[in-house]
């Protein structure tokens, strides 16, 4: 069964930075897709970030390039998102997301193509 643990969300000024981690559990960074989500109130949840653990190509959000950057610790099974020059638009729950049947990410990876989130993260930016 696949468990993925988020942490490293908190509270930040404009410009300020935070990495978050996913701890995945039962699920081998093998040649598959791995993402990072976000969801605001009110908001549906948007793809931030996606990752092909195989290739370690990756895909952003218009918003977040140049400022976000996704990577992986294949030893510890980790996903980190590290998030720089931070903004109050940023602020959501961010969620970790893994499929072991999804292959292979594309530009056009979404939500409904992952089975399993974690509980998520919170992220609040203050102007």
């Known amino acids: 069964q696949v468990q993925l643990v988020e942490s490293g969300g908190g509270s930040v000024q404009t410009g300020g930075s935070l990495r978050l981690s996913c701890a995945a559990r039962g699920y081998a960074f093998k040649s598959s897709c791995m993402g990072w989500f976000r969801q605001a109130p009110g908001k549906e949840r948007e793809r931030v970030a996606a990752?092909?653990?195989?290739?370690?190509?990756?895909y952003y959000a218009d918003s977040v390039k140049g400022r976000f950057t996704i990577s992986q610790d294949n030893a510890k099974n980790t996903l980190y998102l590290q998030m720089n020059s931070l903004r109050p638009e940023d602020t959501a729950m961010y969620y970790c997301?893994?499929?072991?049947?999804?292959?292979?990410?594309?530009?056009?990876?979404?939500?409904?193509?992952?089975?399993?989130w974690g509980v998520g993260t919170q992220v609040t930016v203050s102007s």
């Open positions: 990752i092909n653990t195989f290739s370690r190509s990756t």
């Open positions: 997301a893994a499929d072991p049947v999804l292959l292979y990410c594309t530009s056009t990876i979404g939500a409904r193509n992952f089975a399993n």
